[in-house]
């Protein structure tokens, strides 16, 4: 039996880059996480006797909203619930069940990369039919609705167990517990030569995964130890917490220290991965060598060819804006195709529909393919493992290889995190209202060459989105970037990405800090981001 409750609307449920983020309890507030989920069946407008597929990273307070979620679907029309054991489903997992399912969507409970427990961040996101996250029209419809929501439908039973695989009825629905890994394992092996990697495992190479004691250990456990035969001890902090052990799931130099010095040390095995929250980011590390996300993406679409899923060539390659041009370079070479899109992997969804590009990645992180709609920090590490075991050099050499081929675009993005939202937001202002004489002033060494606050008209479905971050560019092509953050659940996060490409080999060896120098002073000047936030220093450099 289904039954309707009355409700009244927040007036904060704005998706951002990637769902509905707050902390817990914000969502613990009466109805809060009910009015959302209710605004995502209305917006979504299904077909009844449609599948669902519901899974989460395992923060504190999924298990709440996956009963919740699964008791609305019953209520809403459903007619299949496709549910990760546990709630547990990477957010690449839940993609690809989504496709493999024919499912009209699904609910990804997720904060990605932010901290869990008590006091950190939830985030409830909607993928749809492609499992990809909703564009820009859905999650618009969701929050309108959230704006006038009166009454959510639940059913009155509980929730079936979560941990016992199978299926059980509920309501007019149907609630199917999966493995939450099987499929995804299966998807890896048609992607990749797991016989070569098995022999690259066994030949001694060693390799070393961080969890970070959050969703993707059960999935390393499963592909790495088991499958690829990699010693028992190779994933680290691989079993999934609420709290993720009280750490911060994001894989970059500050956050996955324990990690980047191992591999910095005397001992450090020949390649070390980690990946977030949910399982869609990742990190990668070689012997003294930490390998930039864009300069990741450009080596990865370059070498895709080594591995069975990509042997005949790629389609083309996507970025977003803030991603280095790195990948430019090798979209050029292969003479493929290059688009550029505001920061979010919904952006990417429509050109992998429409097969005009294979590979896309970001400078936070992400890379993945048209294998699901989803960055796929797993599908990262493997495709680098499959490149590995076929050009049997290391990852140094690997990078040298690449930037004496291409040149090397250096990169730092600068984060300034939970500043005053005021100052963050007059910052973009007073740069905006500066854009238009911006053109021929001198920095320094530096002259301006264009300057322009992007938008994106989508060739696909020629949606155009504007305000997606400020672009100085100056004459040699080195370019700073300003952009607020949407992932952010505190304040405002500050992000200004640098970049400078570097033709000549006998630099490629600089440390980037030191090649970026004068761009870092440079972006101050123009962003007066010390008078305006009040910070000295950022609070992570990646
Ligand atoms: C999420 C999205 C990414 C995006 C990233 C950074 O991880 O899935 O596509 O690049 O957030 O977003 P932000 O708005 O915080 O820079
Ligand atoms: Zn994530």
Redo the contacts with the bound molecule.
Sequence with gaps: MSKTVATRPYDDQKP???GLRKRVPHFQQPNYAANFIQSIFAAARVEPGSTLVIGGDGRFFNREVIGLAIRMAAANGYGRIVVGRNGILSTPAASNLIRKRGASGGIILSA??NPGGPNGDFGIKYNVSNGG?APEKVTEAIFRHTRTISEYRIVEDAAPDLSVLGETRLGDATVEIVDPVSDYAALMEELFDFAKLRDLVASGFRLRFDAMHAVTGPYAHEILEKRLGAPAGTVINGEPKEDFGGGHPDPNAVYAAELISEMMGPAAPDFGAAS?GDG??NLIVGRGIVVSPSDSLAVLAANAHLAPAYAKGIAGIAR?M?TSGAADRVAEKLKVGIYETP????FFGNLLDAGKVTICG?????TGSDHVR??DGLWAVLLWLNILAVRRESVSEIMAAHWREYGRTFYQRHDYEEIDKAAADGLMESLRQRLASMAGQRFGTLVVSEADDFSYKDPVDGSISTGQGVRIVFSGGSRIVF??????TQGA?L?VYIERFEPDPARHGDAPADALAELVRTADVIGEIKARTGREEPDVVT
């Design positions: 951002g880059t990637s990605s990369h996250p977030d869609d980011r977003s803030p920061t979010g992997w919904k970001e400078e936070s992180a992400g989803e960055k952009r607020l953050s949407g992932t952010g996060t992000r």
